[in-house]
């Protein structure tokens, strides 16, 4: 079966504000940069003070929503890059609309539902030769890994589940595994957990090389313990896939399930739990937590920053779906908004 590239509808990247030239991407608090509380503080304040296009323009909610939900080095980055826009309206809706250009629609067109895109480009005084010097880099992950990584994933979480329990059944009928009488079985995947998607792209088109470049550029500028860890290239790693059974796996690529890491040395998850499909066993959302173990301990264990970041999209994407306030169309910046599409 074919892969279907779900970026093909991407066009462009929104641009981005930011800090300014010899700022780091991923910058932490330093006697040159106060505090993260103070520096989000006075973002915060930047943003109380936003002039709202129409009743529609929700740029100040989505920022203050990334803010309340980055790691603490992404919301550093965040607001800097707020406070080196304040009192720029026009470059705090660019802001806006690269965060749910490059990082929300991404995220949402890999999981299954497709907004229509146009990935917004950084106006960082950095980005433009950050990404071009990316673009020479970057080459995709061959799809053809993707059996290994199954096969690997399988035998590393025990030919089952890693959140419902459920067994692998093809498994049990290749005489893998033999699962304790009453254990139910089912089909399982190989789910990623930052999407397999991200490293899919035309490396004859340009513009589709420049998005790439640009998609990783935002996830490694806002969730920098990515960075030097994945990308395009690496996808395909065993740290950044799980087996899941095929309902828990449309849920988990929806950003309706969620594992949020346990602080502490022994891989638990808090299962975090938004809005379920009709799909999703009732008894599977009765664990409130769950241990990654491997089973071979040649194939490492799911990394919790890859879990750590899904989550945190996850909790982000909640929180627009409770106001329904979030519209993945873009703010145009001279004050004339885009219609969203799906």
């Not at 799809?143 to 067994?167: A, E, H, M, P």
């Not at 990623?192 to 088109?205: D, G, T, V």
């Not at 602080?263 to 066993?281: A, M, R, V």
């Given at each position: 079966?074919s892969?279907?590239?779900?970026?093909?509808?991407?066009?462009?990247?929104?641009?981005?504000?930011?800090?300014?030239?010899?700022?780091?991407?991923?910058?932490?608090?330093?006697a040159?940069?106060?505090d993260?509380?103070?520096?989000?503080?006075?973002?915060?304040l930047?943003?109380?003070?936003?002039t709202?296009?129409?009743?529609?323009?929700?740029?100040?909610?989505?920022?203050?929503?990334?803010?309340?939900?980055?790691?603490?080095?992404?919301?550093l980055?965040?607001?800097?890059?707020v406070?080196?826009?304040?009192?720029?309206?026009?470059?705090?809706?660019?802001?806006?609309?690269?965060?749910?250009?490059?990082?929300?629609?991404?995220?949402q067109?890999?999981?299954?539902?497709?907004?229509?895109?146009?990935?917004s480009?950084p106006?960082?005084?950095?980005?433009?030769?950050?990404?071009e010097?990316?673009?020479?880099?970057?080459?995709?992950?061959?799809?053809?890994?993707?059996?290994?990584?199954?096969?690997?994933?399988?035998?590393?979480?025990?030919?089952?589940?890693?959140?419902?329990?459920?067994?692998?059944?093809?498994?049990?009928?290749?005489h893998?595994?033999?699962?304790?009488?009453?254990?139910?079985?089912?089909?399982?995947?190989?789910?990623?957990?930052?999407?397999?998607?991200?490293?899919?792209?035309?490396?004859r088109?340009?513009?589709?090389?420049?998005?790439?470049?640009?998609?990783?550029?935002?996830l490694h500028?806002?969730?920098?313990?990515?960075?030097?860890?994945?990308?395009?290239?690496?996808?395909?790693?065993?740290?950044?896939?799980?087996?899941?059974?095929?309902?828990?796996?449309?849920?988990?690529?929806?950003?309706?399930?969620?594992?949020?890491?346990?602080?502490?040395?022994?891989n638990?998850?808090?299962?975090?739990?938004?809005?379920?499909?009709?799909?999703?066993?009732?008894?599977?959302?009765?664990?409130?937590?769950?241990?990654?173990?491997?089973?071979?301990?040649?194939?490492?264990?799911?990394?919790?920053?890859?879990?750590?970041?899904?989550?945190?999209?996850?909790?982000?994407?909640?929180?627009?779906?409770?106001?329904?306030?979030?519209?993945?169309?873009?703010?145009?910046?001279?004050?004339?908004?885009?219609?969203?599409?799906?």
């Amino acid at each position: 079966m074919s892969y279907e590239d779900p970026f093909h509808a991407i066009v462009s990247i929104s641009p981005h504000p930011s800090p300014g030239p010899g700022e780091d991407v991923g910058v932490m608090p330093t006697a040159r940069h106060p505090d993260l509380a103070q520096t989000r503080s006075e973002a915060i304040l930047v943003l109380q003070h936003y002039t709202p296009l129409n009743r529609h323009d929700d740029t100040a909610l989505l920022l203050r929503t990334f803010l309340n939900n980055l790691p603490d080095d992404g919301k550093l980055a965040l607001a800097l890059d707020v406070l080196s826009v304040a009192g720029e309206d026009n470059k705090l809706r660019q802001l806006r609309n690269f965060l749910v250009d490059a990082i929300l629609k991404p995220m949402q067109i890999a999981g299954g539902k497709t907004p229509r895109v146009y990935v917004s480009a950084p106006t960082n005084p950095n980005a433009p030769d950050e990404i071009e010097e990316a673009m020479t880099e970057i080459e995709s992950s061959p799809r053809n890994d993707q059996q290994k990584l199954k096969t690997d994933c399988l035998r590393r979480d025990g030919f089952r589940c890693v959140i419902s329990g459920l067994y692998d059944r093809q498994s049990i009928r290749d005489h893998l595994v033999t699962p304790p009488a009453g254990n139910p079985s089912g089909g399982t995947e190989c789910a990623h957990i930052l999407p397999f998607a991200l490293r899919k792209f035309n490396e004859r088109n340009a513009q589709q090389t420049e998005n790439a470049a640009t998609i990783w550029w935002g996830l490694h500028r806002y969730f920098p313990s990515l960075r030097n860890k994945i990308d395009a290239g690496s996808i395909n790693q065993p740290q950044n896939a799980m087996t899941l059974a095929v309902q828990v796996h449309d849920d988990f690529g929806s950003y309706d399930v969620a594992l949020s890491p346990i602080q502490g040395p022994d891989n638990k998850y808090h299962i975090q739990l938004f809005e379920l499909s009709t799909t999703f066993p009732p008894s599977y959302a009765q664990r409130p937590m769950v241990t990654l173990t491997s089973r071979n301990t040649s194939i490492p264990v799911p990394d919790p920053v890859y879990l750590d970041t899904h989550a945190r999209i996850a909790r982000i994407l909640e929180a627009f779906r409770e106001s329904g306030t979030l519209h993945l169309g873009l703010v145009d910046i001279q004050g004339q908004r885009t219609a969203a599409s799906s």
